[in-house]
């Protein structure tokens, strides 16, 4: 973990930090409760339901799950209930024994009990067979671990969420199910600090903020999965690429605009029609050739690297693009701005020399800092993911790009996790995921070393000697993409965007009609100097007009009134400083065309609380 840096103003301490809440995959003990308390929830609701059939019911990071086949659905009113018998069921302090099996005994078990997906559960399950009892009533196929007792599990420190749909082994072809999500965790102080926590992500849930404060939409007459930018996501949109475009073009790349669709041999020569095909739309019919439409920008880089015979003086070459590409996504996964079909990655490559990887690796790590900073992201957790098994590419390649990527990571004094096998086929890589304001960690930026391509491409260098050579290919995204970074940064700032991002960043209140000429006089001079401003013609009562406000989040609301237009002044009041008091134009001209250059969170203080 990067050290922490105040991420936002006087905010010096993570909300995260209050209580330590590990994940399943963190704590034996979590693991086992967690395991544990799905058998009870299943034992109590077959209890309760005896037509209810039950398929897997595995822990989450938070939680565990039970999926179940019940000809009835199940209400809020019937979660209460199960909670009821589960409690029951704890307090009888019921023993949980592990039991191997033959697997014609286990297959009678099931058939004893006519619990057809358990049938099949059993046939995907190599021997020794497993399973668990709780008391002498109930079982499962399981490989554990669990709690040795009930007694173990805290009735107090457990919940039942929510239920939904879901499809038996994720297959919309087969039965749909009923889900019911829980929570349990060692202590009810724990089980506060997590429903806490899921309150605050529902209160910045984006997709509520991006409805809220009229950013984007996604129209299901044109389509699940793809996203409409409306007028003020479409102004933070530009700022955030511009932002972009500066550093890359600060830090030696330079842009590339490539097509949005390709012939599909192009698709077969990279792999990506072999390995990738269920994630890609299918082939259009033009002109007697099947094209097919991106779901990657690599192979287009890699044409244009090959459009001329490159010299080992022109490397490294650093291109980047803000590609739009389009994946088919699942209906079921599909997730606001997070999981879209079409979306924009902040793509780039590197083309270099062995001997360049390091450096090369520090200048993107530099660069990432840089921009994910801005954003007011500074603690990263950092992941190295070394040779798998199945790969390609010479020993002696893999172990200098890898330690390459160590001494960059090192060069950089950044502590990291090595994920032994866990790189691409094609290369090892570096994962970094950001902390944000609530103690939740995303994935977005990603550097990947490619041997595959330029093998599959022919890509050559002339060498020093005269020879030719393959160059070293980096792959390099930063937001991931441009959609769910903003959907990241929404929930992030809770939509109250510092005023450097805001889609509106000065509303002029008008009290009276007859001070409406100065309010557009105002306007003219903001906007002049490159202000996102508006004037409120509603003709409401000032509270009114700063409510309205408010609840859009403008940085900064302006009241003018007879007083202030017979000045030359504004009555301001910041969301983040609150009443400032009367301002002249020129004066807040002045500072609010520096918080735009210097990209500063308010024009009136380098600091501010983040709701």
Request: overall charge negative.
């Amino acid at each position: 973990m990067v050290p922490a840096v105040s991420a936002h103003g006087a905010q010096t301490t993570s909300e995260s930090q209050a209580l330590k809440l590990p994940k399943t995959s963190e704590s034996d003990q979590l693991l086992r409760i967690r395991h544990s308390m799905s058998h009870v929830m299943a034992m109590a609701v077959q209890s309760l339901f005896p037509k209810a059939q039950v398929t897997i019911g595995p822990w989450t990071e938070s939680g565990f799950y039970y999926d179940f086949d019940s000809p009835d659905p199940f209400s809020e009113a019937d979660l209460k209930a199960i909670k009821k018998e589960m409690i029951k069921i704890i307090n009888r302090k019921l023993p949980l024994e592990r039991i191997e099996v033959s697997r014609a005994e286990a297959e009678a078990r099931i058939k004893g009990q006519n619990e057809p997906y358990k049938l099949e559960i059993l046939a995907g399950i190599s021997e020794p067979i497993t399973l668990y009892t709780l008391g002498d009533q109930w079982w499962d196929l399981c490989a554990g671990p669990h709690v040795a007792n009930t007694s173990e599990l805290n009735p107090k420190a457990f919940e039942l969420e929510s239920v939904a749909g879901a499809y038996w082994r994720g297959d919309e072809n087969n039965a749909q199910l009923q889900r019911i999500y829980g929570t349990a965790w060692e202590t009810p102080e724990q089980l506060a600090e997590h429903q806490r926590r899921k309150a605050e992500a529902l209160r910045r849930d984006h997709r509520r903020l991006g409805t809220d404060l009229d950013l984007f939409s996604i129209e299901d007459e044109a389509g699940a999965g793809l996203v409409f930018w409306h007028p003020r996501g479409a102004r933070m949109r530009l700022l955030i690429e511009n932002l972009w475009r500066e550093l890359h073009f600060a830090a030696g790349y330079d842009l590339l605009y490539t097509p949005h669709v390709a012939d599909i041999s192009l698709w077969k020569t990279s792999g990506h029609l072999d390995f990738y095909r269920e994630s890609m739309f299918g082939p259009m019919q033009v002109d007697e050739r099947e094209y097919q439409l991106k779901p990657m920008n690599c192979p287009f880089h890699v044409l244009t690297y090959a459009s001329t015979l490159r010299s080992y003086r022109e490397l490294p070459i650093r291109w980047a693009e803000l590609g739009t590409v389009y994946r088919y996504e699942r209906p079921g996964v599909m997730h606001g701005l997070m999981r879209v079909r079409g979306f924009t990655q902040d793509d780039a490559h590197v083309f270099c020399l062995p001997e360049q990887i390091t450096d090369e690796i520090v200048a993107i790590l530099d660069l990432t800092e840089q921009i994910l900073s801005t954003f007011d992201f500074r603690q990263y957790a950092i992941n190295l993911s070394t040779r798998p098994d199945k790969s390609i590419g010479d020993d002696a390649v893999w172990d200098l790009a890898t330690q390459g990527l160590i001494a960059a990571l090192e060069r950089k004094g950044w502590a990291y996790t090595i994920d032994e096998g866990g790189g691409a086929f094609y290369g090892p890589k570096i994962d970094l995921k950001i902390e944000d304001a609530i103690g939740r960690q995303w994935q977005c930026s990603t550097i990947q070393l490619d041997f595959n391509l330029p093998e599959r491409f022919q890509l050559e260098y002339v060498a020093a000697d005269g020879s030719r050579q393959r160059p070293i290919m980096i792959h390099r995204a930063i937001f991931g993409s441009l959609e769910r970074f903003f959907g990241i940064m929404t929930e992030n700032y809770a939509g109250d965007f510092p005023f450097w991002l805001a889609p509106e960043q000065i509303r002029l209140l008008p009290v009276t009609d007859e001070v409406r000429p100065y309010a557009e006089q105002v306007l003219t001079q903001l906007k002049a100097a490159g202000v996102r401003a508006t004037v409120d013609h509603s003709g409401d009562r000032l509270g009114k007009l700063i409510r309205n406000g408010e609840q859009m989040k403008i940085p900064v609301l302006a009241v003018i009134g007879a007083k202030e237009a017979e000045a030359g002044s504004l009555s301001l009041r910041s969301r983040r400083e609150g009443e400032l008091g009367n301002l002249d134009l020129p004066q807040l001209l002045r500072q609010v065309e520096r918080a735009n250059r210097e990209r500063l969170a308010s024009p009136f203080g380098s600091t501010a609380v983040v709701d």
